[in-house]
């Protein structure tokens, strides 16, 4: 996990700030202190998000926004570099393509990656650090279900959403997903247009949806009460 560290005198003489902040550099840009930056955070008015190593990082785009919500007067340039990090791992090509394209065509700061290996998969959710994973189920040397598993320790992000798609989804398969860390799951005949509407909501969601536990917790009831 790279670890960005400010020079708060460095970034004041270039006046334009690019990379994710410090605590202690968004509190000396707001003149405030280090506490009330990260009551700030806890209260969810301004947007952070962890590392691994558990220390808050703001992006300047967000910091932006919360200076203009709270009527902050307080200068400050900067540059969004931030993109959105999407990992298809599929070993279907021709639907990994398509799916890429739609994708990228979507969503203007896409940056989509694309393997058919389940460990590769793993390997760059670690070192590119994707928003968004959407995982087949059916894959050679190790399936979905695997990656799943072994995702279990690793889904430290709570902002990582990962979508899992089947040919064919019967309530077994609903049941055992229920258990993994998947946050939704699609049938791969599902209309593109609907897939990118859902990767929108799903996008602009500040914690994990996990609408699909909360729609088979609402069909057990159903169940119930039938």
Known sequence: MVEYKQNFNALKLSGVHRKPLNVGLVAKICRVSKKTVLNWIYKDAMKAFQTLGGHYRIWPADLHTFLTNSAMDVPFQFVDERRTTFLIVDDDPAYSILLKEAICSHFSNADVIVTDDGYEGLLLIGERKPQMVILDLKM????????????????????????????????????????????????????????LHSLDVMMNEKRPSRRFHARLAAQSVSQQTK
């Open 140 to 195: 050679p040397k190790i399936d979905g279900y695997q990656v799943l598993e072994l995702l279990r320790a690793r889904k430290k992000d709570n902002t990582m959403k990962v979508v899992v798609l089947s040919a064919y989804v019967d309530n077994q398969i609903r049941d055992r997903l229920n258990k993994t860390v998947a946050d939704d799951i699609w049938e791969k005949g599902r209309n593109i247009k609907d897939i």
